[in-house]
């Protein structure tokens, strides 16, 4: 179980034997217990055995890599927040990491004080998210620890930035969000071009507004965006 200084049961999955020792070796000095996989489908045979507070998964993963391990967990509905390692630093490694599901990313190589930096606060989130009540707007529900998002008798179906951007706003409503906020709050200090969120918008405002009578996510010119009834 979680503790009141954000460890927890965490599961490292690397296939680097000598990062792993290391990296396993600092969190548990931590506070953190670490259960280890080297590759993809012992990773996913170990969630279905094990409740998590964390996973630290890299990329380049034998059997299964990364992103198709995430991408089972969010499809099987398993929330548990998801620290991705990549070699790779470019914008769209990390965009494809963070739509297959993850909660973060961190480049290779890396400082371990900025992996329990990231681990916590991605944990402090999700902890956060399991005590929050379900979100409305008028006939729209977000349910933040399922991650199922209805509108009337409908199930919606989203990706996860979709999510991500539905719960900022159902969050925030009325209030007008900025895209500015918005992008910082999903990408952070790496922020996509002007299309990438736009996109993303888009396919939110289909699934959630598209053959219904009133319209919810409203475009506010030169301010943000804003749900409400």
Same mark, same amino acid.
């Given at each position: 179980? %979680?503790?009141?200084?954000?460890? /927890?049961?965490? %599961?490292?999955?690397?296939?680097?034997?000598?990062?792993?020792?290391? &990296?396993?070796? =600092?969190?548990?000095?931590? /506070?953190?217990?670490?259960?280890?996989?080297?590759?993809? $489908?012992?990773?996913?045979?170990?969630?279905?055995?094990?409740? =998590?507070?964390?996973?630290?998964?890299?990329? $380049?993963? *034998?059997?299964?890599?990364?992103?198709? &391990?995430?991408?089972?967990? #969010? $499809?099987? #509905?398993?929330?548990? *927040?998801?620290l991705m390692l990549t070699a790779r630093d470019t914008l769209e490694d990390k965009l494809t990491g963070l739509d297959a599901g993850a909660d973060d990313y961190l480049v290779k190589p890396f400082a371990t004080q900025e992996l329990d930096a990231r681990l916590r606060n991605i944990i402090r989130r999700a902890r956060n998210e399991v005590a929050r009540p379900v979100m409305q707007v008028g006939d729209l529900r977000f349910d933040p620890v399922s991650q199922q998002a209805t509108r009337g008798t409908r199930t919606l179906e989203l990706s996860p930035i979709g999510r991500r951007l539905l719960a900022i706003l159902m969050r925030e409503s009325p209030r007008v969000v900025s895209r500015r906020e918005i992008e910082q709050e999903i990408w952070g200090d790496d922020l996509p071009d002007s299309d990438t969120l736009r996109s993303h918008l888009y396919n939110l405002r289909r699934a959630i507004d598209r053959g219904f009578d009133k319209t919810l996510l409203h475009t506010v010119m030169s301010m943000g965006y804003r749900l409400s009834e």
């Open positions: 179980m %979680l503790d009141t200084a954000g460890c /927890g049961m965490v %599961l490292l999955v690397e296939d680097n034997r000598g990062i792993a020792e290391s &990296v396993g070796a =600092y969190l548990e000095d931590r /506070g953190f217990e670490v259960d280890y996989a080297s590759d993809g $489908q012992s990773a996913l045979r170990l969630t279905e055995e094990n409740t =998590y507070d964390a996973i630290v998964l890299d990329v $380049q993963l *034998p059997r299964l890599n990364g992103i198709e &391990v995430c991408r089972h967990l #969010r $499809q099987t #509905r398993v929330q548990t *927040p998801v």
